[in-house]
């Protein structure tokens, strides 16, 4: 009896389990966003090094 009534048990949760059958998850794609700068942002901070070092040099 116990073990009818433990078949009945395991056979009720497997069916409860597949009820709704095999959805695949819709995963959406990341997006990537790059920030984008000027090329003239990369040569100015060494031009203005420069002319901050020209104008010390030639203070003395």
Known sequence: MKKIALAA???????????G?????IVEP???VEDTS???AGI????????LVA??????
Request: overall charge negative; proline content about 6%.
């Open 38 to 40: 000027s090329s003239s």
């Open 30 to 32: 990341e997006v990537i």
């Open 44 to 51: 100015l901070v060494p031009i203005l090094l420069l002319i």
């Open 21 to 25: 059958g095999y959805v695949e998850p």
């Open 55 to 60: 104008a010390v040099v030639s203070a003395d």
């Open 9 to 19: 048990a395991l056979s009720v949760a497997a069916s409860t389990a597949f009820a």
